[in-house]
C-alpha cells in the first residue's frame, strides 16, 4: 500500500467564489451543461451475472496464486459465493454484486488495470479488490483472515481476479439462476425491481426479506416451533412479535460433491400467513426459467471507459461534491493578470486556460480538467496529484517571512490544510491568484522515491509557468 507520506506543493483552499469585490463582473459565455454519463441496464447486468459459477472465478489452476493448489475443494455458501481454501492458511472468497458507488472508488483505493479490466484494490489490513459492472455495483474478491503479510495476501487476491476477467467478457449461455431481488419483487408484485445488495439476498423494507443459501445437508424443520407446507415440502416457521422466518428446502442444487446439495429459502415477513403465501409464490418461480432478456458483454469495464454518472474529470472530485455542479473544462480565452478575478467570476473556466497548457506539458493526460466550486481542478483517480487554482479579489498582505517574488508578481508561500503549501500571488489592486498542489509520494520518508521525484520536480515547475501564462 502506498504511504500517505504528504509531500505537497499546494495552494490552499481559499475562499473565492462568492467574493465580493465591489466591480461588476462581465457577463459570461453561456455553456451547454454537458448531460451525465448513462449507466449499464441493471437487468443486463444481473443477467449476465447469473450465468456465472462464481466457483471458476477462484480456480486455483488459471490464477496460478502463490499457496493456493490445484484440486482444493470450494465452500460455497450462497449460489453466487464462493471461497477456496490455500495450502496451508488462509482463503480467498469472491461475491458475484457488491455494492460499489462513485465514492467508495477513491476511497483509499489503487486503480488497476487487470488485462483489459478496471479493478480497485483496497489494503487495509486486509485485501479487497472489486471489478465494477455498473456505475453502483462490483464483483468482489477478498481475502478471509490469512495470518500473512499484506503483500502477499494481496498478491494473492489480484491473481485470481486477473485469472478470472477473460470468464467476465461473455458470460455463458443459458438463462442463468434467478436472483434474489427478482423473485422477491415479483412475488410481492411490485411493479419495479428491489435495488440488489447482493444476488442472493433481497430486503424490501417493510414488506419481506428473501435469502437464498446453499445446504450441504437436507434442511431439517424438527427444531422449528411451527411448520406449514409449501408447495409440498415442510417449511419451518418462527414466528415473533414483530415478525415471521419460514426456512425450507427447495430442492437439490446439481452441483457436483463436495460442493452444497441443497437449495434453501429463508424468508421474512410481518406475519407468517404472508411469509407463506410469499414462500409458495417464490418456489412457483423457482422452478420455472429466468425470463430471457439482454445480457451487458463483457461485464467489466474497459479502462477508458465511463464507470461513473459524472462526465469527465468530473468522476475524480471528491465524493462529497455532487457532480452536477462540476462539468468538464471547455476551452476560454486566457486574460492578463489585472482582469483575472473579475473574468474568474463570470466564467471560471479561464482558471483552467492559464494553466491547461503548463499542466499539459508536464503531466500529458494524466490530470483531467474540470470546473467546480468556482475553482479549476486537475484531477486523476485516487486523489493522489491534484491541482486547484482559484482567484480572489482580496487585498494582497504577505507575511514578510513568507515572501517571495513568483514570475515577477508579489507572492507569498504558507502552509494550508491537510499539510499542504499555500502559494498566493498579488495580480494588482483587486486579483490575486493561488494554486494547490496535493501529492502522495509512495515511502514515507524524507527521500522520495526517484519516480516521486520526478513528479516533485515538474510541481516546482508549474507555479512559475501558470503565473507566466498571465504576464
Excluded at 500500500?1 to 467564489?17: D, K, Q, S
Excluded at 494582497?396 to 499542504?420: C, K, M
Amino acid at each position: 500500500m502506498r504511504a500517505l507520506a504528504r509531500i505537497v506543493v499546494v495552494m490552499a483552499l481559499l475562499v473565492v467564489g462568492g467574493c465580493s469585490t465591489g466591480d461588476e463582473s462581465p457577463p459570461g459565455p453561456k455553456r451547454s451543461a454537458v448531460p451525465p454519463n448513462p449507466d449499464r441496464d441493471l437487468g443486463a447486468v444481473l443477467a449476465a451475472l447469473s450465468r456465472i459459477d462464481p466457483c471458476t472465478l477462484i480456480d486455483p489452476a488459471r490464477a496460478k496464486a502463490p499457496g493456493y493448489v490445484v484440486g482444493k475443494s470450494f465452500l460455497q455458501p450462497f449460489p453466487s459465493t464462493c471461497v477456496v481454501h490455500g495450502d496451508r492458511v488462509g482463503s480467498v472468497q469472491v461475491d458475484l454484486l457488491t455494492s460499489f458507488d462513485g465514492g467508495e472508488r477513491w476511497r483509499g483505493r489503487e486503480r488497476l488495470i487487470l488485462g483489459k479490466a478496471v479493478g480497485y484494490l483496497l489494503q487495509n489490513g486486509k485485501c479487497e479488490l472489486v471489478v465494477p459492472v455498473s456505475f453502483r455495483h462490483a464483483i468482489k474478491f477478498e481475502d478471509r483472515g490469512q495470518e500473512l503479510p499484506t503483500k502477499v495476501k494481496c498478491g494473492q487476491v489480484r491473481a485470481f481476479a486477473a485469472a478470472a476477467v477473460p470468464l467476465l467478457e461473455k458470460p455463458g449461455r443459458g438463462l442463468g439462476r434467478w436472483d434474489a431481488c427478482s423473485l422477491l419483487g415479483r412475488a410481492l408484485g411490485l411493479e419495479y425491481m428491489p435495488w440488489p445488495q447482493a444476488l442472493d439476498s433481497c430486503d424490501v423494507v417493510g414488506k419481506a426479506k428473501l435469502r437464498l443459501p446453499y445446504g450441504v445437508v437436507a434442511f431439517d424443520p424438527k427444531d422449528y416451533p411451527e411448520r406449514v407446507t409449501v408447495a409440498g415440502r415442510t417449511a419451518g416457521l418462527k414466528p415473533s412479535s414483530v415478525e415471521c422466518v419460514l426456512t425450507m428446502d427447495h430442492g437439490p442444487t446439481g452441483l457436483p460433491r463436495p460442493r452444497p446439495a441443497y437449495q434453501q429459502i429463508v424468508l421474512t415477513a410481518p406475519t407468517c400467513p404472508e411469509a407463506t403465501k410469499l414462500a409458495t409464490a417464490v418456489t412457483g418461480l423457482l422452478r420455472s426459467p429466468r425470463p430471457a432478456s439482454q445480457v451487458q458483454s463483457p461485464l467489466y469495464f474497459r479502462p477508458n471507459e465511463p464507470e461513473q454518472a459524472a462526465p469527465g474529470g468530473c468522476a475524480f472530485v471528491e465524493f462529497r461534491v455532487d457532480f452536477k455542479l462540476c462539468e468538464p473544462y471547455t476551452s476560454a480565452e486566457k486574460p492578463k493578470a489585472a482582469e483575472l478575478n473579475a473574468k474568474a467570476q463570470a466564467d471560471p473556466h479561464v482558471l483552467c486556460a492559464i494553466a491547461v497548457e503548463p499542466v499539459r506539458e508536464r503531466f500529458g493526460e494524466r490530470l483531467k480538467p474540470v470546473v467546480s466550486d468556482h475553482r479549476c481542478h486537475f484531477l486523476e483517480g485516487g486523489d493522489r496529484l491534484k491541482v486547484v487554482i482559484s482567484s480572489s479579489g482580496d487585498a494582497f498582505h504577505a507575511d514578510p517571512q513568507r515572501a517571495l517574488t513568483i514570475a515577477g508578481h508579489p507572492a507569498e508561500q504558507s502552509r494550508g490544510y491537510g499539510d499542504s503549501h499555500v502559494f498566493r500571488i498579488s495580480l494588482g489592486a483587486k486579483s490575486q491568484l493561488t494554486i494547490e498542489y496535493d501529492f502522495f509520494t509512495t515511502k514515507e520518508g524524507p527521500t522520495p522515491a526517484p519516480e516521486d521525484a520526478a513528479v516533485l520536480a515538474k510541481l516546482e515547475s508549474l507555479i512559475p509557468a501558470i503565473v507566466q501564462q498571465l504576464n
